[in-house]
């Protein structure tokens, strides 16, 4: 498309469940290029809402971010909540005074899409509601969401009742409001007549008074139409990083549903989610641990055994930035992987907390069984899966390493990634850049593996 021809989007997603590490890679792709140049001027996040936590730390400053752009704390970079997006007004302003008192006001580089849905004040309390509804079939049926609201808001969106971000501006905008509260109201009565879900009255009454007083300064922040800036933007010759918020394998299409997100965590869904045209995409990066983990519902059959697990999860402080919940642990699963690199086309990998490994011995998931099948490929439904066919490497330990170089690495780690980028050629039929290892939490504690 010749109009585009000076600008591109990349696009940076998580190649597990989430939590790979994403918000500290984005960070090391907005420094400035070889040149001195920025490689960004753009970031944007396209799908999902305050379900994800990306933490960014630079120098003294750690920032911890639910809805505002990995971008935020480079004051030369642009940061847009796309249409794909779900927004919680409150959060939303919380995180743009927390900046504030780090130094950074966001405000005059946050745009935000008109057409972005607005989580009501009801939805958390729905999302608790339906996961409580779910547990009376037994705690193997509860999806374990964040409670941030998500699922219903989609499910607002979909239905065509939702209200949009463009919608505050309207004077009618809290009437309109008003009218909706009989219909959540009856579906609050729903859940508690006909599953005794109990919640408290107060507590709700207080989210809806925060939450007219959030959209109120809300109102006084740049909400635009987002697509067609950011068209603008690539005709400019300025780039955009489109920043993903949950892993691939929480697709609500492509996942263990209904063990899923309530959006679409694909790179293919950055151009819908953001107003731009699919071909303006250019490099896929797919963010990843050397080892895995979960959080929430539904099967995971990579999981370690329960003392190497804690091990592994205080080695790498595996709690959600979100929720705070201990993650589950799991060993590398390569079915897994390859499903998600074909699916998502990355065709540059980064890879977060090399440095995380208190076993003396690692473990990589080969295939699964079913039964008496072994299983090669990721199944529809990871329940069906028994066991797991594993192969055995050498641990590493990075705690030597001083400096931040390729030969400084323990050749047990260098192994294993050889390992790894063979075994994904060899499956994908592709090649695929290992670009850099992360072995710490510092922008600066980053190797470069491949050029």
């Given amino acids: 498309m010749n109009e585009y021809t000076y600008g591109f989007m990349d696009v940076l997603l998580g190649l597990q469940w989430g939590d790979e590490g994403k918000g500290k890679h984005i960070d090391a ?3 400035l290029d070889k040149d001195g140049k920025l490689r960004y001027h753009n970031v944007a996040r ?5 379900n994800a936590g ?6 003294k400053i750690k920032f911890v971010s639910h809805m505002i752009p990995s971008g935020c704390l480079n004051k030369k970079i642009n940061n847009y909540i796309g249409n794909g997006m779900v927004i919680d007004p409150v959060i939303l302003m919380d995180e743009i005074k927390q900046l504030k008192k780090l130094g950074i006001d966001i405000t005059k580089r946050l745009f935000i899409s008109d057409r972005a849905t607005l989580i009501s004040p009801y939805a958390p309390l729905l999302d608790r509601a339906e996961d409580f509804r779910k547990s009376r079939k037994g705690d193997d049926k509860k999806v374990g969401t964040t409670a941030k609201g998500i699922g219903p808001a989609y499910s607002d969106k979909c239905l065509r009742i939702a209200f949009k971000a463009g919608d505050i501006l309207s004077k009618t905008f809290f009437d309109d409001v008003a009218i909706m509260r009989n219909y959540y109201g009856a579906i609050l009565r729903m859940y508690k007549n006909e599953y005794d879900f109990e919640f408290n009255r107060d507590a709700l009454m207080k989210r809806v008074n925060d939450w007219y007083r959030a959209i109120k300064q809300m109102r006084k922040l740049m909400i635009i139409d987002v697509g067609a800036k950011l068209r603008k933007e690539l005709a400019r010759g300025r780039n955009i990083l489109a920043e993903g918020a949950q892993g691939i394998l929480l697709d609500v299409d ?26 303006v995409i250019r490099d896929v990066y797919g963010v990843m641990k050397p080892y895995g983990t979960k959080v929430g519902g539904g099967a995971y059959p990579s ?6 697990e804690e091990q592994f999860r205080e080695a790498g402080n595996e709690y959600g930035a979100t ?28 890879i977060s907390k090399a440095d995380v490994c208190p076993a003396h011995e690692v473990r990589v998931v080969l295939a699964y069984k079913s039964g008496k099948k072994i299983l090669k490929e990721f199944p529809r439904k990871l329940d069906s899966v028994t066991g797991v066919v594993t192969r055995k490497f050498k641990g590493w330990d990075c705690s030597s390493v001083k400096n931040i170089s390729k030969i400084d690495l323990p050749s047990s780690l260098a192994n294993y990634l050889h390992f790894l980028k063979n075994e994904i050629e060899l499956k994908t039929g592709k090649s695929v850049l290992i670009e850099s290892i992360g072995i710490g939490p510092e922008r600066s504690q980053l190797v470069k593996w491949e050029k």
């Fill in 29 to 31: 792709l907005l420094c």
């Fill in 46 to 50: 396209f799908q999902g809402g305050p």
């Fill in 54 to 59: 990306h933490t960014l730390e630079v120098g």
């Fill in 254 to 279: 492509h996942g263990d549903y209904p063990n899923v997100t309530s959006s679409s965590t694909l790179p293919a869904n950055a151009a819908l989610g953001l107003g731009v045209p699919f071909q």
């Fill in 303 to 308: 999981r370690m055994d329960p003392v190497t």
């Fill in 323 to 350: 929720t705070g919940r201990p993650r589950m642990c799991g060993w590398l699963d390569m079915p897994a992987l390859i499903y998600a690199l074909e699916l998502s086309g990355v065709n540059k990998i980064l």
